[in-house]
């Protein structure tokens, strides 16, 4: 099936040719006629599957069709992130799928001075993709006017709600036209009963989209573990690297302080890495992830929330180097890899404070991970469990979900919304990512 049959103009197909997209994605077959009938939509996928093209090309095509000819250039779409790379890439993809439409956009989030956003801002936006901390924060300087949007797209709303983004949300609907005055589009990886509430206030008779799952689509993935002391990860994880010559790996840790120690360590190993986390400021996180992309930097160590969205194409090598707290991450980090139907590797060092960890994950996928003990790495069966630090040993789902505050939001948008935001040392699963 070709992109043509699904009733996208010449200049949209012109751009995803350029792109060198031949078919599309599954989301995109079915999420991209129902947008363009200006149907809500609530849809089950995860990033990978092609979801962002599946929102922005009916976007700009229902824009494109209803131009406002009065000469003023209200936003007319907002896409909410919840964090700044994945605002930065929808950004970039509104802007290459928009390329031959005469249509503005724009991407504000926090962590880089408002100043230039504003200007931007006041030249006139049609499509603003935002993160909700500095979007509130634009509200209230009355820097954006929100009362002409007739689309609006919650992209990983999952995550979102998870990072304790929910008051945030609100208080952007409150500047919305009303869910009959508007089209609503939610994505998310996961549908929990929050999900669901949100979806119920903020979508008028949404179309299910469901696509198949990560977890079980990933056969193209190749997953494997093994076992290894605890002292013993980094030493592993340089061998691997260098034995193999990877030379594009990103390695998850459970926390930023970890990252950064890690990234150091494999340094003074030869091995050129840079961590990105939330501590980092918005230049180095870019920095390191163009360091990454370009080649120049051969280890990306990053956090969960980091790494969220993260768009690398083709990446051959994901490592956790510890297993997440939560389940339906290990999901999200093996997501990076194995994407756009290329071949990729996940692989797993868990030592024995994990096993617990492992067993969820398991459980989660359906099917046992198969597990390999590499010669000289051996686990020292003496060793006993100790509790994991930074984290909970057990579902951090279970955590409050506001504990650790939103990324990318402001201390004054965490006063805002009654949010305390714990910068680190916190043991919430989602405190200290
Ligand atoms: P997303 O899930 O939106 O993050 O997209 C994942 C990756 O797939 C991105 O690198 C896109 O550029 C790429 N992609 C999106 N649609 C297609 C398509 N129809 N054919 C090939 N690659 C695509």
């Avoid at 928009?98 to 956003?117: D, E, T, W």
């Avoid at 990877?246 to 360590?265: D, E, I, M, P």
């Avoid at 390999?372 to 790495?377: H, K």
């Avoid at 506001?402 to 990324?407: A, D, L």
Wanted: glycine letters at 10%; aromatic letters at 4%; proline letters at 5%.
């Amino acid at each position: 099936m070709s992109f043509d049959t699904l009733g996208l103009s010449a200049e949209l197909l012109r751009a995803i040719s350029e792109q060198g997209y031949t078919e599309p994605s599954p989301v995109q077959r079915k999420a991209i006629p129902i947008i363009l009938q200006g149907k809500d939509v609530l849809a089950g996928a995860q990033t990978g599957t092609g979801k962002t093209a599946g929102f922005t090309l009916p976007l700009l095509q229902r824009l494109s069709e209803n131009p406002l000819n009065n000469g003023r250039r209200p936003v007319r779409a907002l896409v909410l992130t919840p964090t700044r790379e994945l605002a930065a890439q929808v950004g970039a993809s509104v802007q290459t799928y928009g390329r031959h439409l005469p249509l503005q956009s724009a991407v504000v989030f926090g962590g880089v001075k408002i100043n230039p956003q504003i200007a931007k801002l006041r030249r006139g936006v049609d499509i603003l993709v935002a993160t909700p901390g500095r979007l509130l924060d634009h509200a209230s300087q009355r820097t954006v006017d929100l009362s002409q949007v007739e689309i609006l797209v919650l992209d990983e709303a999952d995550r979102m709600l998870d990072m304790g983004f929910i008051h945030d949300i609100r208080k952007v609907m409150a500047m919305l036209p009303g869910k009959d005055a508007r089209q609503t589009l939610l994505f998310s990886a996961t549908f929990s009963n929050e999900i669901k509430q949100l979806a119920n206030g903020l979508l008028n008779r949404p179309e299910l989209i469901e696509v198949a799952r990560r977890n079980t689509t990933a056969e193209k993935i190749e997953q494997r573990v093994h076992p290894v002391d605890k002292h013993r990860k980094r030493e592993l994880l340089s061998h691997m690297i260098g034995a193999h010559d990877w030379r594009q790996v990103l390695v998850f840790t459970r926390t930023k302080h970890g990252a950064n120690r890690l990234a150091q360590q494999l340094e003074k190993d030869g091995l050129s890495a840079a961590a990105i986390h939330g501590n980092k400021s918005q230049g180095a996180r870019t920095r390191a992830l163009a360091g990454f992309k370009s080649g120049n930097v051969r280890v990306l160590v990053a956090t969960d929330i980091a790494a969220r969205g993260l768009d690398i194409d083709q990446l051959p090598h994901v490592v956790n180097f510890e297993l997440p707290n939560v389940p339906e991450d290990y999901v999200h980090r093996i997501g990076r890899t194995g994407r756009a139907g290329n071949e990729g590797e996940a692989v797993s060092l868990v030592c024995v404070d994990e096993h617990k960890l492992l067993r969820d994950i398991e459980r989660l996928l359906k099917r046992e991970l198969p597990k390999e003990v590499l010669e000289g790495y051996e686990p020292d069966p003496s060793i006993k469990a100790e509790p994991i630090q930074n984290g909970r040993n057990g579902k951090g789902r279970s955590q409050p979900r506001n504990q650790g505050g939103g990324r990318n939001r402001s201390r004054s948008a965490a006063k805002r919304s009654g949010n305390v935001r714990r910068e680190s040392g916190g043991n919430s699963a989602y405190g200290n990512r």
